[in-house]
């Protein structure tokens, strides 16, 4: 096996190739483009793409693709082969500067929420320098972003870059007042913790709603579960880590940092994380790393379900979004410094995402909305659908003094005087204990911990993004107009202190006290669901921020939130129909068949000896009868619910009607059927079990 070092980002047309195949002016130009966002010339283009073509056919590759993110939540790519036809009747591999900056792929079956009409159904893709191309099998992928005809965002990458420009711009102006003006840039950089299961494949296989819908909508609790917490951190079973050699080196030679490796609270659940990369990799990363995961799976024997709640009764999947804001320099602006100036310019680096956060709570928490993950949030597993911050002890008092003027403990100084006390180093491990909070700062970065395993992290670093550039935005316009600047500073800090502490918790999460603590005396959001949240992405507040910093259009929003909308019913509705499908065609003939196997029973035993009682098979088949009809009686329920849905007057009452009766029969038909699980004979039930499906992978 060769060394890690030697095959790493061997896939990737990174800075090492683009030094040692492009001429020195062409390598300039490129990287003034990636560094700065400088216009390309096209005779450079021409050149990068030629040796792109020459080192990705080198490597294997036949065909090349715009690699984008549609808003389906997945990849999607158009493969188009190099070859060119040459007047000798042979083929010449061909690839130009224009191929390379622009696409244009046929739009219409990419939701678009009414942006796109089909007849004008061409979108176009355009070439995202500053995400590395790189191959996958034996196609040449170039990151792009997609969008309509008329210019508007088709997909997560477009407002994803708009919104770290947006961060850039006011994170510069604060910079500059602190006199730091040599910083040129401002990126967010991000490292996902992705959580995931793996079952058997041919367990899966037999499960239509695994296949369907990539959760169980049935199965009864096995008789072990995650009670006694021996799979977290514990020894890997040799399938698991033979699965996990081999993704790490899938994901090594495409240049991605897959870091660190372990098992997660459920059995049969892991975790892998990469070390941090700027947002827009580390989310063109993640959503390769999903897919990676997924194809290794395949070659193993296994499946990798990446669904928020593949399994009712044990934790589901989260991923966890580590984010923080570096200068080019790579300064981390969340870190605290060493000088009482470089300290102040943190405080108000954290005041403005503490600000942020509050202000835009409920984008947070539509940010990560969908059907899947509605399971998971507030479910004692993942944080409360209640957004609120965690600091730590040491940061809160700190925050306390500034508040109060009052002197701060933990220094001997007696004061937090902005600009002249030196902070304390904050303790990654007095930071990092609280595990129940949605947002938490964990010594140098905030923890979002709301997303769920499946979400592209585009949607809620995009929000976070743009609600600290309006939070640095708002102190930037005070503090370039003041006349003391110190005493601006330490006013501004103070204020939003006061003004959002109602937004920091650091208490238990997952403690049903705070929730009506949290809603009832701090008035904060509470959005249990996709349609209550997800509306309120039009509310204007939202659309005033986001679009003044360029983010969304007002069209842009409105189109969004009907496609998140109509995902959400979608999803549902699908679920639904596999449950009346699996219900009819093999539950109940299974409980039936069982049932009469026990009737005969029953008349054998008697015609033996008709005095014999019976009363266990008699006992069970009465039961078993009772449990038919109710599955019967549901399911019929659950089909007049979707039937009713036609009555829905528009998409947000779809969705109301999804979760206030389509969800709540599914529930009711599903109780049933794992009741009658737990009393039919196993042989005669149609499905691998729970135990079977979370204990298969040895
Ligand atoms: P855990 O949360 O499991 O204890 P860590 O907090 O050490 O693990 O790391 C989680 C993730 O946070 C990793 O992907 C790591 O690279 C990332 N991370 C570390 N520092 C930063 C940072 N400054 N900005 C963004 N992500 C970071
Ligand atoms: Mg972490």
Not at 77 to 96: A, N, Q, Y
Not at 181 to 194: F, L, N
Not at 372 to 396: C, K, Q, T, W, Y
Not at 611 to 626: A, D, H, I, M, P
């Amino acid at each position: 096996m060769k060394n890690i070092s030697e095959y790493f980002g061997c896939l990737v047309f990174d800075d090492r190739v683009m030094k040692a195949n492009l001429s020195a002016k062409v390598y300039q130009s490129l990287k003034k483009t990636i560094d700065e966002g400088a216009q390309l010339d096209i005779s450079v283009a021409n050149a990068v793409a030629a040796a792109m073509k020459d080192w990705a056919v080198a490597n294997g590759a036949t065909h090349y693709t715009h690699w984008f993110q549609p808003l389906t939540g997945i990849t999607a790519e158009k493969h188009d082969s190099f070859i060119s036809p040459s007047p000798d009747g042979g083929v010449i591999m061909e690839f130009s500067g224009k191929e390379l900056i622009q696409g244009e792929p046929d739009a219409s079956s990419f939701p678009s929420g009414g942006l796109r009409a089909t007849f004008e159904a061409r979108g176009y893709t355009a070439w995202d320098p500053t995400s590395y191309a790189f191959i996958k099998g034996k196609t040449l992928c170039i990151p792009t972003a997609f969008c309509s005809y008329g210019g508007e965002a088709l997909d997560k990458k477009t407002p994803l870059l708009r919104s770290m420009e947006a961060l850039n711009k006011q994170a510069l102006r604060i910079l500059h007042l602190f006199g730091n003006d040599d910083v040129k840039c401002v990126r967010t950089s991000v490292g996902p913790e992705q959580e995931y299961f793996l079952i058997d494949k041919e367990m899966y296989n037999k499960r239509p709603d695994l296949r369907f819908t990539g959760r169980t909508l049935f199965g009864a609790k096995p008789s072990k579960g995650q009670e006694m917490d021996d799979h977290y951190f514990g020894v890997i079973k040799p399938r698991v880590a033979a699965y996990m050699e081999e993704l790490n080196e899938e994901l090594w030679k495409l240049g991605i940092l897959a870091k660190t490796e372990h098992n997660e609270v459920a059995p049969a659940q892991h975790e892998l994380a990469p070390i941090y990369s700027t947002t827009n990799i580390a989310t063109d990363h993640n959503q390769l790393t999903m897919e990676i995961m997924q194809k290794v799976a395949a070659k193993h024997g296994l499946v990798c379900l990446l669904h928020e709640k593949p399994f009712a009764g044990v934790n589901g999947s989260g991923k966890h979004n580590n984010w923080s804001m570096a200068t080019d320099a790579g300064v981390n602006l969340l870190s605290p410094g060493e000088t009482p100036y470089e300290n102040a310019q943190f405080l108000l680096f954290l005041c403005a995402v503490i600000k942020a956060v509050d202000d835009y709570q409920d984008l947070l928490r539509l940010s990560v909305a969908t059907a899947g993950n509605d399971h998971r949030l507030g479910a004692n597993e993942a944080p409360p659908a209640v957004v609120s911050i965690f600091l730590g002890d040491e940061l809160n008092a700190v925050l306390e003094a500034i508040e109060n003027n009052t002197p701060y403990a933990g220094t001997q100084k007696t004061q937090m005087k902005l600009g002249v006390d030196v902070l304390p180093k904050f303790n990654r491990d007095t930071t990092d204990r609280n595990r129940t909070s949605p947002f938490a700062f964990t010594g140098n970065k905030f923890e979002f911990r709301m997303l769920g395993s499946s979400n592209s992290i585009a949607c809620a670093n995009i929000m976070l993004n743009s609600a600290v550039a309006e939070s640095l935005k708002i102190y930037a316009d005070r503090l370039e107009k003041a006349e003391n600047f110190e005493d601006a500073l330490h006013e501004m800090i103070r204020k939003t202190i006061k003004d959002h502490k109602h937004i920091i918790f650091n208490g238990n999460g997952y403690d049903d006290t705070w929730i009506k603590e949290a809603t009832e005396k701090r008035g904060l959001l509470n959005y249990r669901t996709t349609p209550d949240c997800m509306p309120h992405l039009l509310d204007a507040k939202n659309v005033k921020m986001l679009t003044s910093h360029g983010v969304f259009s007002e069209a842009e929003l409105k189109s969004r939130c009907d496609i998140m909308l109509e995902n959400y019913c979608k999803t549902v509705v699908i679920e639904a129909n596999t449950m009346v499908d699996m219900t009819k065609t093999e539950i109940a003939p299974a409980v039936d068949a069982y049932t009469m196997e026990l009737a005969k029973t029953i008349a054998a035993k008697k015609a033996v000896d008709d005095t014999l009682t019976c009363n266990y098979e008699s006992g069970l088949v009465k039961k078993l009868s009772k449990l038919t009809d109710r599955i019967a009686i549901k399911t019929e329920e659950l089909e007049n619910a979707l039937v009713e849905l036609h009555n829905a007057e528009g998409i947000i009452s779809e969705a109301n009607m999804i979760r206030d009766v389509v969800l709540v029969k599914m529930g009711e038909l599903r109780l049933a059927c794992d009741e009658a699980e737990t009393v039919t004979a196993k042989k005669y039930w149609p499905f691998p079990t729970y135990g079977d499906l979370l204990f298969s992978v040895r």
